[in-house]
């Protein structure tokens, strides 16, 4: 099976920078995606990554390192629009395993 | 508008009886998934379709049906055989060849008393 393993709540105030860390254990491993889902909303896609590295998208930064089954979303320059859930998943065989997700909560 | 529907948007339902949740894509994609999600948690993959007329079951299939008779519309059916069915159900959509992003509707909230 699929495992994903990211922090359950996070919280900082605005301008501030957040890192959400994942960690997966996972076969048939293709590449990692983020997902924002604000509360009672529709998840929405932000980022994926399928090689080793970085990947910005405007605020939003994505990491992967596949030796270390590890990858992270970088929150920058934290607004109150941000507070949401983020969740990891894996791409495994054209199907995406989540993770439990990361609520991270912005503070003014 | 392109866009991905679902409906109704909450639904309520009397133990032993089955209830069948609409979706609906106009967006011209190939694959399409459906989903729950607990309280708390994460998503988990019911059913999902590449392609008219396939499907396949995902992890947590037991006591779903689901249908693919259209390239748009992909229905799922809670069974009275799903042991705990009150969820949030979520369906989404992609092309085949970025199965990493997929387009999620606004959800149905179903409660089974």
């Known amino acids: 099976g699929q495992s994903l393993e990211q922090p359950s709540e996070v919280t900082a105030v605005e301008g501030a920078i957040v890192q959400i860390n994942c960690t997966y254990q996972t076969s048939g491993f293709y590449g990692l995606s983020w997902y924002q889902q604000h509360d009672g909303g529709a998840p929405t896609f932000l980022s994926y990554n399928a090689l080793d590295g970085l990947e910005e998208t405007g605020r939003f930064s994505s990491f992967l390192s596949r030796s270390d089954s590890y990858g992270y979303l970088l929150l920058q320059e934290l607004q109150m629009k941000d507070s949401a859930s983020y969740f990891c998943a894996s791409l495994n065989d054209y199907k995406l395993s989540f993770g439990a997700g990361t609520t991270v909560t912005v503070r003014a | 508008d392109g866009g991905i529907t679902q409906s109704p948007k909450y639904l309520f339902r009397k133990e032993g009886q089955n209830v069948t949740l609409s979706c609906e894509q106009n967006l011209n994609h190939d694959a399409m998934y459906w989903y729950r999600q607990d309280p708390g948690q994460g998503l988990r993959l019911i059913y999902y379709?590449?392609?008219?007329?396939?499907?396949q079951k995902g992890d947590i299939a037991e006591g779903y049906s689901v249908s693919r008779e259209k390239k748009e519309s992909f229905p799922l059916t809670v069974t009275s055989a799903q042991k705990n069915p009150t969820a949030f159900y979520l369906c989404?959509?992609?092309?085949?060849?970025?199965?990493?992003?997929?387009?999620f509707g606004p959800g149905t909230r179903l409660t089974v008393t």
């Open positions: 379709s590449q392609i008219v007329n396939d499907f």
């Open positions: 989404a959509s992609g092309t085949s060849g970025t199965p990493y992003e997929q387009y």
